[in-house]
């Protein structure tokens, strides 16, 4: 049964679309194979003779929010939002241990290492990187923190946590031996996106539900669900 985009809308205005991107789904076709969002884009038009493009990436594994550009105008205005750093991004993530302290910041310079499969590792060659973090709950060795990234480098949440010893839970490239835990999926979620594209008016902004494979482990970290 082919992906309906349709119900996993949560933003939508004249420019721009923002959808709770799932799991598994690549947002370009590539060299890995497997499915990708961009051939169901055409369900996302609502009338517009184009369908609307991608404004920025999230990982294959990664869920949550994605922000979609309905015309080249709105692309032109979005992609600098995010090539500014003005694009507020917040994530959520479930890790096997936690970090010392309530909150901090990881200052760590990330350099692409393997190519094919744009692994990134830390290199005082690479560029600069930034990434805030707030534990927000704990049970037992899974930690879930929220994380702010300062900067937008590939994978950049992954290996700036794994550095630290508390890879993210399920994570295939930099948390090896951690999917056995609890999930064998990568846990993390973009939960929500704040994009101030019109002048004088608030930022438009959406805020995507966990996906099902992290709701067991941020339950047990004291997420509370509201029925």
């Given at each position: 049964m082919e992906l309906d985009l349709t119900v996993r809308l949560l933003f939508r205005d004249a420019m721009a679309l923002i959808i709770d991107k799932p799991a598994g789904f690549s947002v370009h076709e590539g060299g890995q194979g497997g499915a990708s969002l961009r051939p169901l884009l055409g369900q996302l038009q609502f009338g517009l003779p184009r369908s609307p493009e991608l404004a920025h990436r999230l990982d294959r594994d990664t869920s949550g929010c994605l922000v979609l550009g309905r015309h080249k105008r709105a692309l032109a205005q979005l992609g600098a939002l995010f090539a500014e750093g003005r694009a507020d991004k917040i994530?959520?993530?479930?890790?096997?241990?936690?970090?010392?302290?309530?909150?901090?910041?990881?200052?760590k310079p990330l350099l692409k290492t393997d190519h094919k499969r744009g692994r990134m590792a830390i290199d005082k060659r690479g560029q600069p990187s930034q990434t805030a973090w707030r534990?927000?709950?704990r049970c037992g060795r899974i930690a879930w923190l929220e994380l702010k990234p300062l900067t937008g480098r590939t994978h950049q949440l992954r290996v700036h946590l794994a550095s630290i010893g508390c890879p993210i839970l399920g994570d295939p490239l930099y948390g090896v031996g951690t999917a056995d835990l609890l999930a064998d999926q990568l846990c993390l979620h973009a939960r929500r996106i704040g994009l101030p594209l019109y002048p004088n008016k608030p930022p438009i902004t959406a805020t995507a539900p966990p996906p099902a494979h992290m709701i067991e482990g941020l339950i047990g970290c004291g997420l509370i669900i509201e029925r």
């Open positions: 994530y959520w993530a479930l890790t096997v241990g936690a970090p010392e302290g309530d909150q901090g910041v990881i200052d534990r927000l709950g």
